[in-house]
């Protein structure tokens, strides 16, 4: 994967889901320093990251976090990974650590499960904005 940002920590997600939409603009609008890029887990970016770290189909409805050449956190650790990175107050997320992984992760499937029944669906990926293009690959 040498074509990614190497100083970029890359968000996959899914681009159909208006969930994941108003999470990534939240994330957008909370990354000051700018270390996010983006990437839709349908699009052939997203497989081939998917097949390179050989995360299998059953993660890929969930939100992966990757630190090229690192790291990668998909569910719960990837949200609470994410909302430590804005800094300030956001680090009080990392007390949701002491919860234990398998009982966050299980809510957070209920909640990936039925995010298209809560919050609807797309007919296809966001077009991002020209100022906001540069967070896409």
């Known amino acids: 994967m ?11 997600f899914d681009g159909v889901c208006n969930l994941c939409d108003s999470a990534v603009q939240f994330i957008i609008k909370h990354d000051k320093n700018d ?23 059953s993660k890929m409805d969930s939100i992966i976090l990757y630190h ?18 804005f800094g300030g107050f956001w ?11 398998f009982i966050s992760d299980k809510i957070y499937d ?6 298209y029944n809560w919050y609807g669906k797309k007919e296809s990926c966001m077009i991002p904005t020209p100022e906001l293009k540069a967070k896409f690959l």
């Open 91 to 101: 680090k009080l997320i990392l007390i949701f650590r002491i919860v234990p992984i």
């Open 68 to 85: 090229p050449r690192t790291a990668y956190f998909y569910k719960s650790s990837a949200a609470i990974e994410i909302a430590k990175s």
């Open 35 to 57: 270390i996010f890029r983006f990437v839709a887990l349908q699009s052939e970016l997203g497989i081939s990251i998917c097949k390179h770290l050989g995360i299998g189909f």
């Open 2 to 12: 040498e074509n990614l940002p190497k100083d970029k920590k890359i968000i996959l």
């Open 110 to 115: 209920y909640i990936a499960k039925n995010r």
